[in-house]
């Protein structure tokens, strides 16, 4: 399929599909027997890349996690543990970064009461 096509199907902008495939994240392949175009065809596996690409970005992980977890599934030497260690990570910052909003929301509570508390006879 086109590029066209690749983004209709996945939902994602050429725009994004190309710069995903400049980060080396998907890749088309051109057909070496027309020398008319530069086209690139895409094939299912691409949309499943760019499935699990948008799927890993919307939980929170970022292109540069996305690239290693990418060449972790699909590379030569698949290793389950570091896989595992990536997604562990991930929590633990998400887990971290709960822990920061709990704070501010804890302040800005703090500023309400404030205001309420303060007496403007």
Known sequence: MLINDLS?????TVHTIRYYENLGLIRGMVDQTIKTNNYKNYDDHTVERLEIILEAKEVGFT????????????GEHSDR??????FTSKIEEI????QQLKQVKT???KVIQDFDNSCDC
């Open 95 to 98: 887990e971290l970064k709960i």
């Open 8 to 12: 209709k199907r996945t939902g994602t």
């Open 81 to 86: 543990n570091e896989q595992k260690q990536m």
């Open 63 to 74: 292109l540069a996690e996305i690239k290693k977890l990418l060449e972790s599934w699909y």
């Open 107 to 109: 302040r800005l509570q």
